[in-house]
């Protein structure tokens, strides 16, 4: 099994910062691709970023520019920094990993941005 534990969400005002982390545990061996995806109320979940073990990365275009993913492979921790936030930013972020081929899922942390 494979836990996915995120952390980092909260309230923001437009053009604010914050850092999305989440941390894998388990059996984690061969562990590839780690990315982050959101849902917003009425929406369907939609990749954000998404980074592969080597470390390519690859993101939506609504994000391109103000968001970052990186990964930390010793630590087995993906983060999201998210800069110049806007109200359309605003959704629940699931954090995502593929081990063995299998998707693995975070319980989703709220980010909110208020006007």
């Known amino acids: 099994q494979v836990q996915l534990v995120e952390s980092g969400g909260g309230l923001v005002q437009a053009g604010g910062s914050l850092r999305l982390s989440c941390a894998a545990s388990g059996s984690i061996f061969s562990m590839n691709a780690m990315g982050w995806y959101r849902q917003a109320p009425g929406k369907q979940r939609e990749l954000v970023a998404l980074i592969t073990s080597g470390g390519r990365t690859n993101y939506a275009d609504s994000v391109k520019g103000r968001f970052t993913i990186s990964r930390d492979n010793a630590k087995n921790t993906v983060y999201l920094q998210m800069n110049s936030l806007k109200p359309e930013d605003t959704a629940v972020y699931y954090c995502?990993?593929?081990?063995?081929?299998?998707?693995?899922w975070g319980q989703g942390t709220q980010v909110t941005v208020s006007p």
């Open positions: 995502n990993a593929v081990v063995r081929a299998e998707g693995y």
